[in-house]
């Protein structure tokens, strides 16, 4: 396996050293970019990469075969474009950019360039996803997320995550589209309408940390997603539940990763997962790695985060319209 050169911009972001012992394996990293280079120097030192606060300087690298976009949300779109034009393949984090139309722009001038790009929704084909399957398609789903509080991000390095102007959104933008993602997939689904509820009363923040949606597929099929930034900074990290009623049998799953499957024939099975999403981004970037000369195939498209950001947005709209009428 070609071990690529690779940049990586925006290397503060909480996911990069979820991912960076696997890209030093895996890729030749040959140079990453932050907003302040003094936060990632042990990410430089593990990469023997040199930092630049401009991302720009990054595209002058000669030869550069992949490149990971994990900046703030609103510098995502100009970032991909500039890679696109270069021919330079890329995995972004979701949602790329504060908009439908942003996303919408990035797909369409990578899908018109032939660049290859893929997304870490690396809920796909882990432990929940899995447990979850064995219902069948659902036909009722309840999706259950619910992360620490927001000021996390100001002790992670990343005070732009509560800056709507600068994220797009709160923990909606941030961890709805994984659950969207596993709705519409489950279920054979690109779409679905939307009810939404969006709160900020716990922490008074300026973006959301509670959000609430019911999704109605078009061929009937509904998912409850809830996320949040409503638990307390502790060592558990998160509170997590799910459940799916599909055409096999009832499958749930609790916090502490007690499974509970129940065919249609009365039988049940129980289990003990993991349900950290942590681990699941190592995997993610080895994958990356070996399908790297085949276009990313058989990972995330953009077109399918499309799909689930078209949900995410839409459900913002839903919001502000209630908001409005009331």
């Not at 970019?33 to 593990?46: F, M, Y």
């Not at 996390?152 to 800056?163: F, I, Q, S, V």
């Not at 509170?239 to 024939?265: Q, R």
Request: overall charge negative; charged content about 25%.
């Amino acid at each position: 396996m070609n071990r690529a050169r690779t940049v990586v911009f925006g290397a503060s972001h909480w996911h990069v050293p979820l991912c960076a012992p696997a890209m030093a394996e895996v890729h030749d990293v040959v140079g990453l970019s932050d907003e302040d280079p003094g936060r990632v120097r042990e990410l430089a030192e593990l990469w023997g990469a040199p930092v630049e606060a401009d991302w720009r300087r990054l595209l002058e690298l000669e030869d550069v075969e992949l490149a990971y976009v994990f900046s703030p949300h609103d510098r995502m779109p100009e970032i991909c474009r500039a890679l696109i034009g270069r021919g330079v393949p890329f995995v972004v984090e979701k949602p790329i950019g504060t908009s439908l139309g942003q996303l919408e722009d990035v797909r369409r001038a990578a899908e018109e360039a032939g660049v290859p790009a893929t997304v870490p929704l690396v809920q796909r084909g882990g432990p929940v996803d899995s447990w979850l399957a064995k219902a069948g398609r659902p036909v009722y789903e309840r999706l259950s997320f619910i992360a620490g509080p927001p000021e996390r991000y100001e002790r992670n390095g990343n005070p732009w995550m509560l800056d709507p102007e600068r994220a797009g959104g709160g923990c909606l933008a941030n961890l709805g589209p994984h659950f969207a993602d596993l709705f519409l997939r489950g279920s054979g689904n690109t779409g679905a309408e939307v009810t939404a509820r969006l709160s900020s009363a716990l922490h008074a923040g300026a973006v959301e940390d509670h959000a609430t949606l019911v999704l109605t597929a078009p061929d009937g099929r509904e998912a409850i997603v809830e996320v949040g930034y409503a638990f307390p900074h502790s060592e558990l990290q998160r509170y997590c539940s799910y459940s799916s009623a599909g055409e096999a049998g009832f499958a749930s799953i609790d916090t502490d990763g007690s499974a509970v499957f129940t065919g249609l024939d009365g039988r049940t099975e129980r289990a003990v997962i993991n349900v950290d999403s942590d681990p699941l981004y190592d995997p993610f970037v080895r994958q990356v790695a070996r399908t790297l000369g085949e276009g990313f195939r058989g990972m995330p498209t953009l077109g399918e985060l499309e799909d689930a950001m078209r949900i995410i947005w839409h459900a913002y709209e839903v919001q502000r319209e209630g908001v409005h009428r009331g």
